[in-house]
């Protein structure tokens, strides 16, 4: 099946860096026909979000990492589909990812006053390594610079989309494994750290090619927003659908 790009696209949830409640977690919804295929992360107040602009709980998420303004949500998660008997829900999950997500979230006692609930009976866990297929979609992973190795995962849908998640510049990625076509949403804050990228990082690591298809989200609020569209930058803020563009993926 090959579908137009143009039916594609990004909806954030929250746009925001974790220690700045502001513009919410960061998180997004690929999009078909306005339709939900993919939430990407489920960090705190994400649920509520989704719920209130699609009326329904997520049908399948990726987590990109084990961080908790990333995955904080799902605990609420299995409660809501345990109560309203939904069926599981898809949860794509780096394999690296998975001990840390089971110690975070999965092993704490008693997790619905009712009793007799384990947090994973709610999700239908997909293990992830390069890749990975979704309504006839084929994703690719990427490792990223956030805190150590194997920590962090961008998800790339070649020719519609690349999702950095937390990072570092990866110059190594998008300038040799994208197509030429996709999107490409960038961590980006004014300041950088070991952890995440900075507005100065952007020119001094990626050409000027590359960053005109940049949309910049995981700033810490309207201000650093303003200064990053100052700079020249697509910024996302929360709300935001952004159209993936003409390419195709089959």
Same mark, same amino acid.
């Given at each position: 099946?090959?579908?137009?790009a143009?039916?594609?696209?990004?909806?954030?949830?929250?746009?925001?860096?974790?220690?700045?409640?502001?513009?919410?977690?960061?998180?997004?919804v690929?999009?078909?026909?306005?339709?939900?295929?993919?939430?990407?992360d489920?960090?705190?107040?994400?649920?509520?979000a989704?719920?209130?602009?699609?009326?329904?709980?997520?049908q399948?998420?990726?987590?990109?990492?084990?961080?908790?303004?990333?995955?904080a949500?799902?605990?609420?998660?299995?409660?809501?589909?345990?109560?309203?008997?939904?069926?599981?829900?898809?949860?794509?999950?780096?394999?690296?990812?998975?001990?840390l @997500?089971? *110690? !975070?979230?999965?092993? %704490?006692?008693? #997790?619905?006053?009712e009793?007799?609930?384990?947090?994973?009976q709610?999700?239908?866990?997909?293990?992830?390594?390069?890749?990975?297929?979704?309504?006839?979609l084929?994703?690719?992973?990427?490792?990223?610079?956030?805190?150590?190795?194997?920590?962090?995962?961008?998800l790339?849908?070649?020719?519609?989309?690349?999702?950095?998640?937390?990072?570092?510049?990866?110059?190594?990625?998008?300038?040799h494994?994208?197509?030429?076509?996709?999107?490409?949403?960038?961590?980006?804050?004014?300041q950088p750290?070991?952890?995440?990228?900075?507005?100065?990082?952007l020119?001094?690591?990626?050409?000027?090619a @590359?960053? *005109? !298809?940049?949309?910049? %989200?995981?700033? #810490?609020?309207?201000?650093?927003?303003?200064?990053?569209?100052?700079?020249?930058?697509?910024?996302?803020?929360?709300?935001?659908?952004?159209?993936?563009?003409?390419?195709?993926?089959p």
């Amino acid at each position: 099946m090959t579908r137009n790009a143009s039916d594609y696209s990004l909806k954030f949830l929250g746009t925001g860096s974790g220690g700045q409640p502001d513009m919410g977690c960061s998180a997004a919804v690929l999009e078909l026909n306005q339709q939900p295929i993919l939430l990407i992360d489920c960090g705190y107040g994400t649920l509520s979000a989704y719920q209130k602009h699609y009326k329904r709980l997520p049908q399948a998420i990726f987590i990109t990492h084990g961080h908790l303004d990333h995955i904080a949500d799902l605990e609420i998660l299995t409660v809501q589909a345990r109560l309203q008997e939904h069926p599981p829900i898809r949860l794509y999950v780096p394999l690296n990812l998975i001990t840390l @997500l089971h *110690q !975070r979230l999965a092993t %704490y006692p008693g #997790a619905m006053a009712e009793g007799g609930h384990n947090f994973w009976q709610s999700f239908q866990l997909l293990p992830v390594t390069d890749a990975f297929i979704h309504q006839d979609l084929t994703f690719r992973l990427h490792a990223t610079r956030h805190h150590q190795p194997g920590f962090s995962y961008a998800l790339h849908l070649p020719g519609v989309l690349f999702y950095s998640g937390d990072t570092r510049p990866i110059p190594e990625i998008l300038c040799h494994e994208l197509s030429g076509q996709e999107r490409i949403f960038h961590d980006c804050g004014l300041q950088p750290n070991p952890s995440h990228t900075g507005l100065d990082d952007l020119a001094r690591e990626y050409p000027p090619a @590359l960053r *005109q !298809r940049f949309v910049l %989200y995981h700033y #810490a609020n309207e201000q650093a927003a303003a200064t990053l569209e100052q700079a020249g930058y697509q910024v996302a803020r929360p709300g935001d659908s952004i159209s993936l563009g003409t390419g195709s993926n089959p």
